[in-house]
């Protein structure tokens, strides 16, 4: 590392690895209540177990996208990290939230909107704690010497997602206006903003690892994002098509969302040519790999398993159906999962000194995990397209079908065991590395 | 051949005329959705929204996919049925999987059931009759299986 408040980095990762944990833990839960052991459901019911998955897979990349920016914004702006204490009871704060938050849900406290269980009062922290996060950050930029494309698009990035929680938090009476603004949150964040962070991060792994001049790397993430915002600001309509919305959606909706796998296509295209063009004499060789990974599969889960979908005429069928969630898994891993994990893998070397670029634990983890999803994404695939197939073209009643897609739930575990695997190999390296220490600074 | 400049502009440029757009179209297409409901209805919203219904089923094909659709759960089950799972204490479990039993008192329920008469009347552009329509050989498959 270059500045020793950089350092920050790690406990924000810290935290990552431990939800991530959690999330591992509840998404089996669900996956055995699915095959029919659900002997938990007097305490942890399906739905709690649903809130606490997708919370703290949220609440993980968020905190590793938090890492992220604390560990390359210095570096970016040339200039230590201002107030760095702050950037611990940043840290404090937002553990606390989640705490309290995944207490509630398991006492029926919540919201009971996807996405969006955590409850207003603890809204309000949440807001508190990102807008300190934003002011460190930005005071950081300000007093830095250098101002770098990738520091404001990464930031541009994070500030977006901080605005756009505020409509999330609005009452509604309506269940058609709570769709409504719900998807201005999830859809405009994973289709949008969390694009930039995305685009940012990998712009600097790309600069940092394929050491291909700053200017072109940086032109390309003008074009990526430009795209991003093109297709996804307009593609929120591919969520209006069936809540109780006028029909002009549907078209707009449906040929902008069409578009949006170009944003993802043109990640994939960057990040290879960046790699062909430069030098390849970087070490660490796991945290290419990672890179790479989350620019080719965004692309096909977030693309191609997006794109799948999108149209009006077959979301007509899929909507609501187990083809939702084998897309969500794939998009969710390729994009911003792996975006984190890869500058986990990069940094840590350089926080803390130990120079484990590659070896066959590190290659294992990344192996182990990718094949897991795959696989619990194709079993995703088989039940969604029976589902579909079944309930929604022959008419059969939800209960029947679920029981005769049972099987395909069986190999989602397996997948997911294998991931999980992969997952534990991945959390030891961490925990391997160490803590970060100032020795490890580069003069 | 694309310089730095230029494709910051393509970016700017994009990214307010899309949202211009988008803007546009939320404040036409809001107009015409009704903003004042029943009392009743909107109590039925919040007890949904209370107690997480939405993390196993869907409404308007949004929520997880444990337990079924409810857009239609009235025309298709018929209210005195609906009434007795909302009410049960007794926990309750079709096809194998547990519901979480609420025992909702009479005015609970009324409001829920006014809650999903009112999205069931929706016009969703077709996915209403998506989940309504049973096949004729579903229909034998299911006397069959009686
Ligand atoms: C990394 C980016 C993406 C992520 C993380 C992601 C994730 C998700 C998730 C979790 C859902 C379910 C949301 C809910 O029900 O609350 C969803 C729905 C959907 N996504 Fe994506 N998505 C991404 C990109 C895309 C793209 C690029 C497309 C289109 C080309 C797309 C098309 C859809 C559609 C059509 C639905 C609605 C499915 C339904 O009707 O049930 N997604 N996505
Ligand atoms: C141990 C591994 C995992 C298992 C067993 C698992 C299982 C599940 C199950 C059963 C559901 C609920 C589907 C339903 O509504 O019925 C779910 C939802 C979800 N999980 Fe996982 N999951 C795992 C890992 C992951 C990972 C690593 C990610 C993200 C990178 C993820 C993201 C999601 C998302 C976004 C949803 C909501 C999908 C939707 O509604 O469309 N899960 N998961
Ligand atoms: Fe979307």
Redesign the pocket.
Known sequence: MKYKTQKVAYWFWALSMLL?TI???Y??I??F??VGYDGLHQWIP?NTA?TV??NT?VVWLLSGFMGAAYYIIPEEAETELWKPKLAYLQLIALTLVGVAALTGYHFNIWEGR?FLEIPRELDWLVAIDVILFLVILLMTILKGKKKSTTAWVLYGGLAGAAVLYLPGMISFDSQVLDSFFRWWVVHLWVEGVWELIMGGILAFLLIKLTGVDREVIEKWLYVVIGLTFLSGILGTGHHYYYIGVNKIWLIVGGIFSSLEPLAFLAMTLWALNMYRKGEKKHPNKLAIIWTLAAAIISFLGAGVLGLAHTLPQTNLYTHGT?V??M???L???GA??SIVLAIIVYAMPNLTGRKLYDHPRGRLAFWLSNI??FT?VSAFAAAGVAQVYLERILGYDFGQVQNEIKVH?WV??T???I??TG?TLYIIDFVKYGLPTDEALES | MLTKQQAKIFFLVGTFVTFAIFIGLTIYSLQQVQTKLPEDVARGKHIWEKNNCMGCHTIMGE????APELTNVIERRGEPFVRGVLQTKKPWQPNGRKMVAYGMNEQETNDMIAFFKWVGNLDLNGFEKVNKKVSPLAVDHMKSNN
Do not use: E, N, V
């Open positions: 991530l999330q591992l833990t998404g089996f669900m996956g209540a699915r399906f649903h998955h997708l897979l996807k187990l939702t969630a897309h969500g898994h998009a969710f891993w911003y999962a897991g999803i619990m739930f989602l575990i997948g997911a065991t991931l999980s997952i | 929520g997880a996919y444990y």
